[in-house]
């Protein structure tokens, strides 16, 4: 078979490439090497740990919130079998829909290991043994990313895991370590201390999510040590072991000698993903990778091999569903002849944890590092009418702006909803909007997108009404 556009990998960047490939009239096939379509995403990502993100904030809301709210409860309890149920039935439905996406714009599936025989040659050994080959002008490489696993750390999937584990625990564990400090760390470990268990963060860096605003850091921090969640700062893990019925993670000090032990049910690794392009046959072809594994590709998301691109966690930049999305349309349009754009400072990043954290744009410590003159406002979540109405007084809106122009720069937000309202921030940084011009925009009385006004009228002369 013969195809103008083949993608290999079927996440959230390559199905909507090939999506994209097929609405501009490509013949499009896409390759899969597990039965699901969808990626890590769809089936061991973003969405079942949304869904149990959602299933522990309910749990932990009437636990602890409800009966301010006036209603009581008797013989609370979690049901961890049916919880993991409902985060099945997510994950098919969503699976379902991509499949039926991909019938209707008559994408050609074929599930396989999808490898390179040449540049457009590409082999599918499929599970029954048998192999088949299709060939394609251009080649999009959309094979996603794996979970890092040190061979200190002796992963075994049982009582050392990964997210992938995680999310299919039928029982609420006494405790759990989680080594790592960053957004998947963190949702889960927010998951299970909602439901009882103690977690506790080995995290090697000075704060959480370091990679973000350090005032995000700070109140993310404090809200999930409200949960339970106790943190071990500048410490290294040495070594993982798997004891039987339980885990043992030995870890130190960075800077110091001297082994401290926690004992615990799972140890969570979540130090970060590496790309995954194994036995992806990229030495056949030539395609040249950088020291960390990542594919090279040019700016138009081409690879060194002529006709051959690359999309998402396999090439530098940040391992999100979104970034991946806006890259698939981009090469996408790209081999069809348009001359699309993607402005990276402006995709957003989120940690689903509850509070939500959200943020685009530069950090106050990247402006500072820079040299850029800028202006911070900052309005606190507990200053409005909207949140203490649900209870979710928690965190805060940051607006950095141009000291000069009034540009703003980036805006990091730590609350109830954040993940939904930071698109706001990235449609009025996509016109180059100042922080005034947030400011004088109407929002709706009372919602929490009134915490961003207050913020971008902090951020202008130090204006904002409300404190």
């Not at 080995?202 to 850091?217: F, L, N, V």
């Not at 002849?337 to 402006?346: E, M, S």
């Amino acid at each position: 078979m013969k195809y103008d556009v083949i993608v290999i990998g079927s996440g959230p960047g390559g199905y909507v490439a090939a999506i994209r490939a097929a609405q501009l009239g490509l013949k499009t096939a896409i390759i899969e090497r597990y039965k699901a379509l969808g990626g890590t995403c769809l089936n061991v990502g973003c969405i079942p740990s949304k869904a149990l993100l959602d299933s522990s904030e309910h749990y932990h809301n009437a636990e602890k919130k409800f009966e301010k709210h006036g209603i009581n409860l008797k013989n609370l309890e979690v049901n961890m079998p049916q919880m993991i149920k409902r985060k099945n039935e997510v994950v098919a439905q969503t699976v379902k829909g991509v499949e039926f996406l991909m019938n209707k714009n008559k994408i050609d599936v074929h599930h396989g290991h999808g490898s390179f025989l040449d540049k457009n040659t590409i082999q599918i050994a499929k599970d029954d043994g048998s192999n088949d080959k299709i060939e394609g002008d251009k080649i999009i490489i959309a094979t996603g990313s794996k979970p890092i696993t040190p061979a200190a750390f002796n992963y075994d999937k049982k009582r050392v895991i990964t997210s992938t584990e995680a999310l299919n625990i039928d029982e609420v564990p006494d405790r759990m370590v989680v080594i790592g400090g960053g957004v998947i760390g963190l949702e889960l470990g927010s998951v299970f201390a909602r439901l009882g268990t103690q977690v506790e963060v080995i995290e090697y860096m000075d704060r959480i999510i370091a990679g973000m605003d350090s005032d995000c850091s700070k109140e993310l921090m404090r809200a999930l040590k409200k949960l339970g969640v106790k943190f071990h700062l500048k410490h290294a893990v040495t070594t993982v072991e798997n004891k039987g019925e339980n885990v043992s993670v030995k870890y130190k000090k960075r800077d110091k000698d001297g082994e401290m032990e926690i004992v615990a049910d799972y140890c969570l690794v979540a130090i970060g993903r590496r790309p995954y392009t194994d036995k992806l046959g990229l030495e056949n072809v030539g395609i040249e990778k950088d020291d960390r594994g990542r594919i090279k590709v040019n700016d138009h998301l081409e690879t060194n091999v002529p006709g051959i691109y690359a999309i998402g966690d396999v090439i530098i930049g940040a391992m999100l569903a979104h970034k991946a999305e806006e890259e698939g349309v981009f090469v996408a349009e790209t081999i069809a002849g348009q001359k699309p754009h993607i402005d990276y400072n402006l995709i957003p990043g989120v940690v689903y944890t509850w509070p939500e954290v959200a943020a685009v744009g530069k950090t106050e410590e990247q402006l500072k590092e820079a040299g850029v003159p800028y202006k911070s406002g900052k309005f606190p979540f507990k200053a409005l009418g909207r949140a203490r109405a649900s209870t979710d007084i928690e965190g805060m809106v940051k607006v950095l702006s141009h000291k000069e122009t009034d540009e703003i720069l980036g805006v990091h937000m730590v609350g109830p909803r954040t993940a939904d309202m930071i698109a706001e921030a990235v449609a009025l940084m996509e016109f180059r909007a100042s922080a005034e011009d947030a400011a004088r925009m109407s929002h709706a009385h009372p919602t929490y997108t009134e915490a961003f006004k207050e913020a971008a009228l902090a951020a202008t002369d130090d204006r904002a009404l409300h404190i």
